[in-house]
Structures are given as C-alpha cells and as structure tokens.
C-alpha cells in the first residue's frame, strides 16, 4: 500500500441496503476526511477524523456515519441508502489538523444507489 | 456559510495562458489551495498560499489578495495535458472547503 487505499472502486447498490466504504492510509497521517463530488456542486465534506478516536461532521453529514478505531483506517457507512447518495467518493488524509500540511486525496469511489 | 465561486468551463488553445479566478466568502480563512483534478481521478495538489502576492511553481503561478477575497491560478505554455478541472479550495476552520470546479479545456 503507498498512500491511500479505497475499495470498493464502484458500486452498484439497491436503494435501502447498508454500505461501508473502506479507506486505509499507509502514511500515519493524524487527520482524515470523507469528500462525496457532484456534478456542479464539488466537493462536500461528509465527516472528518482529526486524530484517532475522534469523529466530527462535516457540510453533508445526514445519512452517514464514520468510526475512527485505529490511525490508519476511516470507513464511511450508509446505513440505508438512497438515490440521492449516488456520488463519487473520496477519502483524503492530511498530517496534521490544519489543511495546510496539505491533503492527500485516494483513487475513490463511484456509488451508483438504485 | 462558504461560497467559493469559480468559473464553470474555459477552453484555451495550446501553448497559451489561461487565468482562472476565484473568489471566497467564508467564516474562517488559514490559507487557499489549488488542485487539478484529471477526469475519473483524485485531485492532486498545485499550489497553496496564505500571504497576499504570487507564488510560481514552474508553469503554474497562483496569487492571493486576502483583503479581496480573490485568487487566482495562472497557467502557462498549455499543454494538451493540462486539460482537467482546476479546484479552488479554502482552508476554512481547518478544513478544506472546495469550490465546484473550472473545467479548462486545451485545443490544438
């Protein structure tokens, strides 16, 4: 692994069922974030981790929820999905707290919810 | 609130300059960020400035006027490559707040 790792790379999934995204990061980075990016409206932060154990939400955080257990991984659950979370996915990771140290983005993930 | 407004699309022509803009309300400001997104991939970092001026990196510059609320990333001698989107990204309470994104599209 050399970065940041999310699977699955899409998905197809019936409206109603319950997802988790996977991200792992390799870098020992403290601070992780979860981005969905729509067509027209960008990027939008669902939930954050600034260190391990902690979780804070972000702009769009209804219908998603994140656990922190460990440095390296920051799963993304839908509990019952809807069309409306059909989006493309990424986690990113930054050193420190402040953006500043600058993010690293993973490869993300394309949800299709029907 | 944040509202970070770009340009939706510009196209230039090959080995031309493109200027692209960004201007920023938000509640908080640590910094303003660039990052260029290739299609169907991750946004990878360009450039980052937090001190009003001009920050050069190659054939990529980007300038900040705080007291404006204005950016921009200036991109020189395009080439075919350089065709993705160019987001413009606000350093926020810590967080990234990410405007929607200028697609540049580069022509022969």
């Known amino acids: 692994i050399a970065g940041i790792t999310q699977a699955p790379t899409s998905q197809i999934l019936a409206a109603g069922r319950r997802m988790t995204l996977r991200c792992t990061q390799d870098?020992?980075?403290?601070?992780m974030y979860w981005y969905r990016q729509d067509l027209g409206l960008g990027l939008r932060l669902i939930h954050y981790?600034?260190?391990?154990?902690?979780?804070g939400k972000g702009e769009v955080p209804d219908g998603y929820s994140v656990s922190r257990a460990n440095t390296d991984d920051f799963p993304l659950t839908l509990a019952s999905a809807v069309p409306s979370q059909t989006s493309v996915y990424f986690c990113?990771?930054?050193?420190?707290?402040?953006?500043?140290?600058?993010?690293?983005f993973g490869s993300g993930t394309r949800l299709t919810v029907v | 609130g944040q509202n970070i407004d770009q340009p939706t699309e510009m196209t230039a022509t090959e080995g031309a300059i493109v200027q692209i803009n960004c201007t920023y309300q938000?509640?908080?400001?640590?910094?303003l960020f660039w990052y260029q997104q290739h299609a169907g991939e991750a946004p990878t970092f360009l450039s980052y400035?937090?001190?009003?001026g001009l920050e050069e990196k190659g054939r990529f510059s980007s300038f900040l006027s705080r007291s404006k609320g204005y950016s921009y990333l200036l991109l020189k001698e395009l080439q075919m490559k350089d065709s993705a989107s160019y987001l413009c990204?606000?350093?926020?309470?810590?967080?990234?707040?990410f405007g929607a994104g200028t697609t540049v599209t580069v022509r022969a």
């Open positions: 990113a990771s930054s050193e420190g707290q402040d953006p500043n140290y600058g993010y690293t």
């Open positions: 870098m020992r980075h403290n601070a």
């Open positions: 981790s600034n260190t391990a154990g902690t979780t």
């Open positions: 938000t509640s908080g400001f640590n910094g």
């Open positions: 400035n937090v001190l009003d």
């Open positions: 990204a606000v350093n926020n309470d810590y967080k990234l707040s």
